[in-house]
């Protein structure tokens, strides 16, 4: 790969945090309800292809990765209500900026305060990156040693502080981001997402995947890759993401019929999929807000 894939992402979405980009994914209707208390700016500047926050249930703890503008987390944080909490995991400041920028309102708002927005990695989320700019700051990095002590702190950091700790999450939740990580990191992200559930806890997932192979060029393009294009899983491959790192019950709970996009033949669609870190035991009541029809959606 001729380009660095998280400057590209960065780069898209800090501009994409200063001004809407409609290329970004694509849109997707929420129950408008739970958009009264959102200011348009964060509703402007969000880009996801689904709707995750359907399926989360009051007082549970979820997590949102790639929170972004802070939109899901907002329509999350009425769902859980004051007894549950959310966290937003972003890596880009000027996401986390705007997420934070309205956080006070939206709590008068509410009348609690149950959103948390925290720097960070989604297939490192044990490692909390404001800690490690605050020690870069006081130690920069000039030798070979002073590498391998960066590297010992963070290895401190992951293990002695994590940002997100081992079965601490009862759903964790994405929309349209896992696609933009690296292809190299994909399966730490899997492993991650398993780790910080709790037992009976569970994924729901919205992402872009494609019906075939990409080809070489299409992988190496910065544009179609920060377009949630070139990252994209093969939708038979997103499935056994799940199922490889140890989740049970994968469920497609929506799918695109017609295609997003289709490039160079390829079909592009959004899907949501939910799956367990374990199977609920049967006398225990699920609520995943089902229907018989699927979301919609305008994208």
Known sequence: MSYDIEKSVLERYEAGAKEHQPSLCCPTEYDSSFLEIIPEEIIAKDYGCGDPTRYVNEGETVLDLGSGAG??????AQKVGQNGQVIGVDFNDEMLNLSRKYQEEISDKLGYQNT??????????KLPLDKVELWLKNNPINSLEQLRIFEAK?????????????NSIDVVVSNCVLNLVKPEDKEQLFDEIYRVLKTEGKAVISDIVCDRDLTLEMIND????SGCISGAFREDLFIKMFENVGFNQVEILARQTEPWQVINGIEFRSVTVKAYKEKPKQNKKIDDNKSCCPPKSCC
């Open 154 to 166: 963070c290895d401190r950091l992951r293990k002695e502080e994590p940002l997100i700790k081992d």
């Open 222 to 225: 910065p544009e179609l890759w």
């Open 71 to 76: 939109k899901n987390c907002y329509i999350i």
């Open 116 to 125: 948390n927005f925290i720097k960070g990695k989604i297939q490192d989320l």
